[in-house]
């Protein structure tokens, strides 16, 4: 499965942007996927994860009421749409399909259950 995630760029602090994960394959269905990002400097830390049939998501503490997944499956999409940005939120995000069927988020925030990996979508918060 190619993943191709899209959708970042420069905003002000307090706005929106919606990345998105487009991927090549309709067997995208049977796949969680998860958004990790990568802020300067540092390592790359979970932001947010969707079950395989979008029952269950998660979202780690800083994003909870701000950032939030959802997917589409007839167009092989998931979508990060990040609301209230703060400038902390920078970093290069990146989205991920595994075959996850846990339902506890501890499942969904190790990186090393996704599989498949796109190549990262530059988000640039401003103060």
């Known amino acids: 499965v190619q993943l191709q995630a899209s959708g970042g760029g420069l905003v002000q602090a307090g706005g929106s942007l919606r990345l998105s994960c487009a991927a090549s394959e309709r067997t995208f269905g049977n796949y969680a996927v998860g958004w990790f990002r990568q802020p300067p400097g540092k390592e790359r830390e979970f932001v947010s994860a969707?079950?395989?049939?979008?029952?269950?998501?998660y979202q780690t503490d800083s994003v909870k009421g701000r950032f939030t997944i959802s997917r589409d499956n007839a167009k092989n999409t998931v979508y990060l749409q990040m609301n209230s940005l703060k400038p902390e939120d920078t970093a290069v995000y990146y989205c991920?399909?595994?075959?996850?069927?846990?339902?506890?988020?501890?499942?969904?925030?190790?990186?090393?259950?996704?599989?498949?990996w796109g190549q990262g979508t530059q988000v640039t918060v401003s103060s």
């Open positions: 969707i079950s395989w049939r979008g029952g269950f998501t």
């Open positions: 991920a399909a595994g075959y996850i069927r846990g339902s506890g988020m501890t499942y969904y925030l190790l990186s090393q259950n996704y599989d498949y």
